[in-house]
């Protein structure tokens, strides 16, 4: 069974940064797209950046240029690197491991907030 472990969240200011962290528990770690997700109260949950078994990246066009996905397969870990963070930032983020179409697995989220 494949477990993910979010870590991170916090409180920040605008205009600061937050490096967010999964750890995976379960073989193949390497083998999985990893992904992060959001959800703010009362919305949705969003699609954030995903990085790809062979470190292939892509953002939503909301945090282009400001957050970055990579991933250590070592530690079975995935980061988000969030920098110039903004109020609309604010939410609750998931962490996401996909594999063959078939295995699909969520963290239980870690709250990041954006305010003065």
């Known amino acids: 069974q494949v477990q993910l472990v979010e870590s991170g969240g916090d409180l920040v200011q605008p205009g600061g940064s937050l490096r967010l962290a999964c750890a995976v528990s379960?073989?193949?770690?390497?083998?999985?797209?990893m992904a992060w997700y959001r959800q703010a109260p009362g919305k949705q949950r969003d699609f954030v950046a995903t990085?790809?078994?062979?470190?292939?990246?892509n953002y939503a066009d909301s945090v282009k240029g400001r957050f970055t996905i990579s991933r250590d397969d070592a530690k079975s870990t995935v980061y988000l690197q969030m920098n110039s963070l903004k109020p609309e930032d604010t939410a609750v983020y998931y962490c996401n491991a996909k594999r063959l179409q078939i295995f699909n697995y969520w963290g239980q989220g870690t709250q990041v907030t954006v305010s003065s």
């Open positions: 990085i790809t078994s062979g470190g292939t990246t």
């Open positions: 379960g073989n193949n770690f390497r083998l999985y797209a």
